[in-house]
C-alpha cells in the first residue's frame, strides 16, 4: 500500500521571545502562516524496518526518521519506506524539518491504521521538536509557550514573496546569544488582528552575524514591510497579489520564491482526500 502527502513551508509573521525558563527553553509568542510551497513526503509499506530516503541528510538524523520510530515504539506495525521530496530550502526558517515529521506522523498513522487523535500525535509530535504540532494540527496558530500552545487564528489568504539568503543559521547558536532580547511584553491575539506593530526579536543578532541576511532584509524593506521568519535565513514580504509579488522577486538579487499563504495547510486538505479514498 501507497501513500503520498504534502509537507508545507511556513513562516512566522512575528517572534517575540518573552523569557528563558529554568529548562532553558525560551518562552515564546509567534504566529505560523502555512505557504503553499511543500516537500512531498511518501510512503510504501514493507515486511519489516523503517527506511528513510532523503538528499543530504542521514537517516540517524532525520526528523521523519524520528518520527516513524516514535509511532512504531511498543506497536505490531509492518515496515515502511519514506522518500522525501525536498522543496523547502534547508534550515531557512521555513520549518521543513518539522513539517516532513508531522506529515509522517499523520501518514503513518494513516497506512498502519493506529486510529490516534490529533492531539495524540502533536503530543508525541512535541517529542521530534517544538514546532511539530503546529504542523499536525495544520491551522493558522498563534502559537505560546515554547512553541506548543496554539491557538486557531482566521486569516484570509495572501500572496508573499520570499528570499532565500545562502546562509544556514544555527538555530541553538541565536537562541544562546548573550545580546538576544528576551523581555518582550506579551500580546493578545486581539492586539494582532487590530495590527498592532510586531517584529522578530531574533532579527538583530542574526543580521550581526550574517550580514548576508541583513542585506537581503534592508532591500526587501525598500518593496513594504519586510520581515525574517524563524531564526532565518529566509525573509519576506506580504504582497498586494502573485504579480506583485514575481515582480519584486524579479527585481532582488537574491534566490527565492513566490507563494500564497493559505487559510489551513494543505496537508490538512490532502488527508480528507486520502480518508476519502481509505473509506472508499
Known sequence: MQLELPAP??????????GRRPDGYHELQS???FLELADTVSFELATEGISVDMDRVSQENNLVYKAAHILSEGRDVPGVNVVVTKRIPLGTGLGGGSSDAATTLHGLNMLWELGLSDDELAGLGLQIGADVPVFVHGFTAFAEGIG??????????????VLVPESRISTAEIFAHPDLTRDTSPI???????????????????????????????????????????????????????????????????????????????????LVQERNLFQN
Open 148 to 161: 506548543e500552545r496554539l491557538a486557531q487564528v482566521e486569516l484570509p489568504e495572501a500572496w508573499y514573496v
Open 9 to 18: 513551508a511556513k513562516i512566522n509573521l512575528f517572534l517575540h521571545i518573552l
Open 31 to 33: 504566529l505560523f502562516r
Open 188 to 270: 493578545t491575539i486581539a492586539r494582532f488582528l487590530q495590527g498592532e506593530a510586531l517584529r522578530n526579536d531574533c532579527e538583530p543578532i542574526v543580521q550581526r552575524l550574517y550580514p548576508e541576511v541583513g542585506d537581503a532584509l534592508d532591500w526587501l524593506s525598500q518593496q513594504g514591510t519586510a520581515r525574517m521568519t524563524g531564526t532565518g535565513a529566509c525573509v519576506f514580504l506580504e504582497a498586494g497579489d502573485e504579480a506583485v509579488a514575481r515582480d519584486i522577486l524579479s527585481q532582488s538579487n537574491w534566490q527565492g520564491f513566490v507563494s500564497k499563504g493559505t487559510k489551513q495547510s494543505v496537508l490538512l486538505d490532502a
